[in-house]
């Protein structure tokens, strides 16, 4: 075993210059993945990562101090318009580090939209199969039966049962789970078999590289082949230069930055772009939310955040009245002091005091929107924003509220067929709601503009559309760049719709394909 290797940018003194014959911008599903299979290859490769390099010996439980540690802008970014927030990991093994574990398969019917729409042979589900089962393998996921749904989980699906809907147990990836909810936080005991805990350490290992607080700031080439990547230095939170400058020499460069970052980086070392696509057509799966009074107490802070899920509404789209909305997946959320304080906060002294006094009673199921597959939809677009910054605008179109507002009313109603004894939407006007009718009413009166309704998001893909020509996409089905040809994106950013679930499957999956082809390519070149 080779001593592993990493460096600390806040902590450097001089700038810093490595050789590698594979640079990977980016630690989280895509990268990680990338990065064990490029090593076990025998290629020498370099990690960056915006981040810190954060343990389960250093992580916090508490929510104030974790934030800032592990996710971008300490919780808070948000889109153009501050219409949705949107979570997204900033540490070492990015968004698998802070998640909640669930583990889907890419849907079929996402996968032969792909092959039917844009071509992509290599992702049909014959193909993919083999590549699930191996991520699937390594990672050690499987269906959550080492304990009962908690309680907020289980509301969900006693709700689905009294109206007749079906519901699951999802699929997790973790190993000796102790049920205690922190995922988010970051797992403490090493349970969740995030990249942090498995692919980064292997590929260190085997001799890969590590540098942590340094953000990527351009790809240098000459319109042909990439040579390498420049990057500066960061303090502790990842957040402000230190001054000193990092570059990495490689023969092939590997984006893994996530949805808005890698188009970023793409668009601000000006890569060509012949199909227009850049940045464009991104996905947020956003998210409508409810809160639901249980007497029983829930304690929905506690035990696995995710491990029921039901598919109702998947498939909905233009069943309800006629007219087009998106789909849906039905998923329990985890209420912590934070969030519950978050959608209070317009209250002052009693009244928001009386909400969080109830924590413990507090039920949360979100309804998790598929994008990208509906004509009525903009879609988001990733924009430069000053020298290094980066902003996603993502419009909350009639067609996106429409289906937020529709679903706020059907949560509802799942809550109350699981005994809630009011509801409260996730609004900044909301007000306790007793009945469906009330739910119903409130939602034709109360202004549903952004910032009013609040949506939220975890989940970006697209940006870097991967598809059949460069006339069409800003990479092929392997992820190698049309116009730059040793450059690669691996990374949710390829992906031409949304996935319509949680997709750290998904990535793990496509980044096991293109990796391994990459790393067959780069062995034999």
């Known amino acids: 075993m080779n001593k592993r290797i990493t460096y600390n940018g806040a902590a450097l003194t001089q700038d810093l210059t490595l050789e590698a014959d594979v640079v990977i911008v980016g630690t989280g599903a895509g990268g990680g993945m990338t990065a064990e299979i490029l090593a076990q290859a025998g290629l020498k490769v370099v990690m960056l990562e915006k981040g810190g390099y954060h343990t389960a010996k250093t992580f916090s439980q508490n929510e104030a101090e974790a934030f800032p540690m592990l996710y971008m802008d300490a919780g808070a970014q948000r889109t153009k318009d501050k219409g949705m927030v949107v979570l997204q990991g900033r540490t070492v093994g990015g968004g698998t580090t802070v998640n909640w574990t669930t583990s889907f398969r890419t849907p079929d019917f996402t996968l032969r939209f792909w092959e039917d729409q844009f071509g992509l042979k290599s992702f049909s589900s014959a193909t993919m199969a083999s590549h699930f089962e191996a991520v699937e393998q390594r990672l050690n996921m499987h269906t959550w039966q080492e304990a009962a749904p908690n309680t907020n989980n289980a509301l969900l699906a006693r709700g689905c049962e009294k109206l007749g809907f079906k519901s699951a147990i999802i699929k997790r990836n973790v190993k000796a789970c102790a049920n205690s909810g922190l995922c988010g936080l970051g797992c403490p005991i090493n349970a969740k078999q995030g990249m942090l805990v498995t692919t980064i350490p292997s590929a260190l290992d085997l001799g890969a590289t590590l540098v942590y607080c340094a953000e990527a700031m351009t790809i240098q080439h000459d319109g042909k082949r990439a040579t390498g990547v ?46 227009g696509k850049l940045g464009k057509r991104t996905f947020l799966h956003p998210v409508s939310v409810t809160l639901g009074r249980m007497d ?26 006629g007219t087009a909305r998106m789909g849906y997946k039905l998923e329990a959320l985890p209420v912590t002091p934070l969030f519950l304080a978050s959608l209070v906060d317009k209250n002052f002294g009693s009244a928001s005091a009386e909400v969080m006094k ?29 020298d290094t910054g980066v902003v996603l605008d993502y419009p909350v179109t009639d067609f996106v509220k429409k289906s937020l507002v529709e679903s706020t009313v059907e949560l509802a109603e799942i809550q109350f067929a699981a005994g809630a004894r009011y509801v409260m939407p996730m609004h900044l006007e909301a007000k306790p709601l007793k009945s469906l009718d009330e739910v119903r009413q409130w939602t034709q009166t109360a202004s549903m503009d952004p910032l009013r309704l ?6 970006v893909m697209g940006g870097c559309q991967m598809g059949s020509a460069a006339s069409n996409s800003v990479v092929n089905e392997w992820g190698r760049h049309h116009a730059i040809e040793n450059l690669s994106v691996i990374d949710g950013s390829v992906f031409p719709t949304s996935i319509g679930l949680n997709p750290q499957l998904s990535i793990y999956a496509s980044a096991h394909k293109n990796a391994s082809a990459l790393a067959k390519a780069l062995k034999t070149a």
Not at 247 to 254: I, L, N, T, Y
Not at 359 to 386: K, M, Y
Not at 454 to 459: C, D, I, K, Q, R
């Open 358 to 386: 109830a924590l413990p009673h507090w039920h949360a199921i979100d309804a998790l929107h598929r994008d990208g597959f509906n004509e009525h939809e903009g879609c988001g677009t990733v924009e430069l924003s000053g």
């Open 454 to 459: 609040l949506g939220g998001s975890a989940h």
């Open 230 to 275: 420049e990057a500066l230095a960061m303090d502790a939170l990842g957040q402000t230069p230190t001054g000193k400058k990092i570059r990495v020499q490689a023969k092939h460069v590997v984006l893994a930055a996530g949805a808005i970052r890698s188009p970023a980086l793409l668009m601000r070392s000006k890569v060509p772009d012949a199909s």
């Open 296 to 321: 029983e107490p829930v304690n929905a802070f506690h035990g696995a955040p995710h491990s029921v899920y039901s598919d109702h509404y998947m498939l909905h789209e233009g069943k309800v009245n």
